[in-house]
T-cell receptor
Framework: GAVVSQHPSWVICKSGTSVKIECRSL??????MFWYRQFPKQSLMLMAT?????????EQGVEKDKFLINHASLTLSTLTVTSAHPEDSSFYIC??????????FGPGTRLTVL | AQSVTQPDIHITVSEGASLELRCNYSYGATPYLFWYVQSPGQGLQLLLKYFSGDTLVQGIKGFEAEFKRSQSSFNLRKPSVHWSDAAEYFC???????????FGQGTELSVKP
């Protein structure tokens, strides 16, 4: 149980285009989802927290107009990187929880912007 | 400020040897502490967690960790390392079981045959 999936697992896009990453809780209803960003050989940095049906709460320094987060259902959250640039290339990881449970992490999405 | 420090960026141990990965935290309230493992290109898998009670906690894959409040530490240990343990290990602290997590920088573990 408690499986979180992400799609795609990797994506390459041209600079200036937008990319959408999906995060799904497969066997539980995720009231809260988190989005993290991880640079090579570095730690995970929390980008935003999203509660189902509410606007996401972004961490300081994260551009909400660039990283659009939607949590429209209890099993799906999406992160859209708008007008992506090479500096947005990173490993994006989501996690999900239900109620007060621990977070369960997805396998991550590798984004490369050319 | 809340923070997690993993002093060792990279550790190499021989297969069968014991392992200890260090983690120190700075947190204003009673911390919820976690250790995660990440294989290359993968997400995070929870090894163990500490919320309260017995300060020595057992996790999966033969790992254990000890919470020492006086030292603000939560070091991860394993008595005998296997080659499959080679991975990146992250210590994290949170305000509750499912809340925001602050991660350490990670420790990369290499295992020599």
């Amino acid at each position: 149980g408690a499986v979180v999936s992400q799609h795609p697992s990797w994506v390459i896009c041209k600079s200036g285009t937008s990319v959408k990453i999906e995060c799904r809780s497969l066997d539980f209803q995720a009231t809260t989802m988190f989005w993290y960003r991880q640079f090579p050989k570095q730690s995970l940095m929390l980008m935003a927290t999203s509660n189902e049906g509410s606007k996401a709460t972004y961490e300081q320094g994260v551009e909400k107009d660039k990283f659009l987060i939607n949590h429209a259902s209890l099993t799906l959250s999406t992160l859209t990187v708008t007008s992506a640039h090479p500096e947005d290339s990173s490993f994006y990881i989501c996690s999900a929880r239900t109620g007060g449970s621990e977070q369960f992490f997805g396998p991550g999405t590798r984004l490369t912007v050319l | 400020a809340q923070s997690v420090t993993q002093p060792d960026i990279h550790i190499t141990v021989s297969e069968g040897a014991s392992l200890e990965l260090r983690c120190n935290y700075s947190y204003g309230a009673t911390p919820y502490l976690f250790w995660y493992v990440q294989s290359p290109g993968q997400g995070l898998q929870l090894l163990l967690k500490y919320f309260s009670g017995d300060t020595l906690v057992q996790g999966i894959k033969g790992f254990e960790a000890e919470f020492k409040r006086s030292q603000s530490s939560f070091n991860l240990r394993k008595p005998s390392v296997h080659w499959s343990d080679a991975a990146e290990y992250f210590c994290a602290v949170g305000e509750n079981q499912g809340g925001k997590l602050i991660f350490g920088q990670g420790t990369e573990l290499s295992v020599k045959p």
